[in-house]
């Protein structure tokens, strides 16, 4: 059976696309009310509908998690219109900055990504956690990367913002542990979402010719094939599913941990 999430309200960064739009909806047909925070208000927007089609209430609210003033205000509103926030996802998440390859660092890269991926992350856990802590209640779920135990050169700056995110879940996890707050991290493998197309896009403009006149999906697959023993990507569906469970009563007593959904790239 799945993990019943009915009554809750989950919100979900970043969930108007990509990983982010597969924990909410699983999150939805698992039974819960669904607050999406993201940037870009029109994808917030259109995610909800999908969750309202499936008879669930959905919230939305823009949020930069590199502003403080945005975190606090979304957090604000969504608690002024739901009432509680029973489980928070950080998804929001970026490769690089705007113009990153994938296949060479720049310095840009390491202040961007650090601001989002974990200040960013922090920033929202820190204006949710006082919530939480009263209501003695609170399942904590940030998306890490397998490139935190994988790491390639060429994206140390991404892969070690990764491993940041499960230090900070960790201590997260230990400090709150007291008052029935669980905090885990899921580290996904390779999805084929706007993160690794627009990678790719900016390859093909600079010329890049193992993608100039490719098809980009194909290139994508076989790189993934090459390095996941089950030999297929993994979808925002595996995530969602992954994430629903930790965020469910059912893994109650899971704290602290970081768990592969990477096709069994990372064994450990
Ligand atoms: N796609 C993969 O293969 C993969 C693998 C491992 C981990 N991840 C992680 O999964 C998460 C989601 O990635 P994705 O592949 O769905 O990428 P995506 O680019 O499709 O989605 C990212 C989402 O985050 C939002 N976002 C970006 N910056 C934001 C900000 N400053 N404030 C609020 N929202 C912001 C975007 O609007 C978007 O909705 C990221 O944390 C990423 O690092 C992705």
Not at 5 to 34: C, H
Not at 54 to 68: N, Q
Not at 92 to 107: E, I, K
Not at 190 to 217: L, N, P
Request: net charge negative; with cysteine; charged share 20%.
């Amino acid at each position: 059976m799945l993990a019943d999430l009915s009554g809750k309200v989950a919100l979900v960064t970043g969930g108007g696309q990509g990983l982010g739009l597969g924990i909410v909806m699983r999150m939805a047909e698992q039974g819960a009310d669904i607050a999406i925070a993201d940037l870009s208000e029109e994808n917030a927007e259109n995610a909800a509908e999908q969750v309202r089609a499936l008879a669930r209430t959905a919230f939305t609210a823009k949020m930069d998690v590199t502003d403080k003033a945005s975190i606090d205000a979304a957090v604000e509103k969504i608690l002024s219109e739901a009432g509680q926030i029973d489980i928070l996802v950080n998804n929001a998440g970026v490769a690089g900055a705007p113009g990153s390859t994938g296949v060479a660092f720049r310095d840009v890269d390491w202040e961007f990504t650090w601001q989002v991926n974990v200040k960013g992350l922090a920033d929202v856990t820190e204006a949710v956690l006082p919530h939480m802590r009263e209501r003695k209640y609170g399942k904590i779920v940030n998306i890490s990367s397998v490139a935190a135990k994988a790491a390639r050169y060429v994206t140390a700056y991404y892969a070690t913002t990764k491993m940041a995110v499960i230090a900070y879940t960790q201590a997260v996890a230990r400090e709150f542990a007291g008052e029935n707050i669980n905090s885990n991290a899921i580290a996904p493998g390779r999805i084929w979402t706007a993160f690794h197309q627009d990678w790719m896009a900016e390859r093909e403009k600079q010329g890049d010719t193992s993608v100039v006149g490719k098809d980009r999906y194909e290139v994508f697959e076989t790189a993934a094939k090459e390095v996941i023993p089950l030999g297929r990507p993994q979808t925002p569906s595996d995530i969602g599913a992954l994430a629903a469970f930790l965020a469910s009563d059912d893994a109650s007593n899971i704290t602290g941990q970081v768990i592969q959904c990477d096709g069994g790239q990372v064994m450990a």
